[in-house]
C-alpha cells in the first residue's frame, strides 16, 4: 500500500513535556524530582489515562491534569489530595507562560523528512488549546507539514471522526491512502478508524501489546513501516 498522506498527533508524538522545566516548577513547593524519572514516567501515565471509560467522561483540558498527576506518581513523587492543587496550578502557570510541551524527540526531524521524501504530505491533527501551530514553529518543526489541524480552532476534538473529515478535505486527501498515528489508542486510533483511516499507535513505553491495532516505538519506526508498505 502506498501512503500519500500521513497524519500525526502533536503532544507524545513529535514532542513531549520539557521535564526539566516541570523539575524546576516543583522545586519551590519542596519537590525535588530527577526530570530522566519524570521522562521515564510518562509513557505510563499516557497508557493510565487511555481507556475507553476515561476518554469517554473527560475532554482533552481535564486529562492534562490527569496526565501530569499520573506521570508524578509513578516517578515517585509524594503528591497528596491536599497538595495536589497547588502543583497542578503551578504546571498551568509554567505551562501557559513557556508551554512545557517544547521537547521534541530526537528522532523526529529525520523521521519526518524521510516521510516527505517518499512523496507522503504530512498533517498534524491534534487535540491542543489553540497553539499547536505557533508552538511547532517555535520548536523548528512547522515546515515540515503541509496542514495543522488544531481541536480548539474547530471546536472538535477526536476522538470525534469529524476532525479527520476536515483534516481530508482541507489537505485534498483520500482516506484509502492516508494513514493516522497517535499516541492515545481511545483518542486516535478508535477517531481515525471511525474516519474510514488505517491507523498506527506510538507505543514509546512498550505498554501497548494488548491494542488491536500496528504499533511503533518512534517515528522512525513509523518512516520504516510505511516505506515497507503496511499490510
Known sequence: MKWR?????????????DWSRVSAA???????VDPRSLFTAEPKATRD??????????DDASRWSIFFHRTLLHAGVSVTEESLPAILTELRRTHERDNLWESVYEEVPRALERMRADGCKLVVVSNSNGTVRAKLERVGLGHH??????????????????LFHIALERSA??????????DLYYVDVVGARAAGLRAVLVDRGGLNADRDCPRVADLTEL?????????
Open 145 to 162: 507539514f503541509d496542514l495543522v489541524i488544531d481541536s480548539h480552532e474547530e471546536d472538535i476534538e477526536k476522538p470525534d471522526s469529524r
Open 173 to 182: 486527501s483520500d482516506s484509502a491512502s492516508t494513514i493516522h498515528a497517535g
Open 49 to 58: 489515562i487511555d481507556s475507553a471509560r476515561s476518554i469517554s467522561t473527560t
Open 5 to 17: 498522506t500521513v497524519f500525526l498527533d502533536a503532544g507524545g508524538v513529535l514532542v513531549h513535556p
Open 26 to 32: 516543583l522545586a519551590p513547593l519542596g519537590l525535588h
Open 223 to 231: 518512516a520504516d513501516l510505511l516505506a515497507r508498505g503496511l499490510p
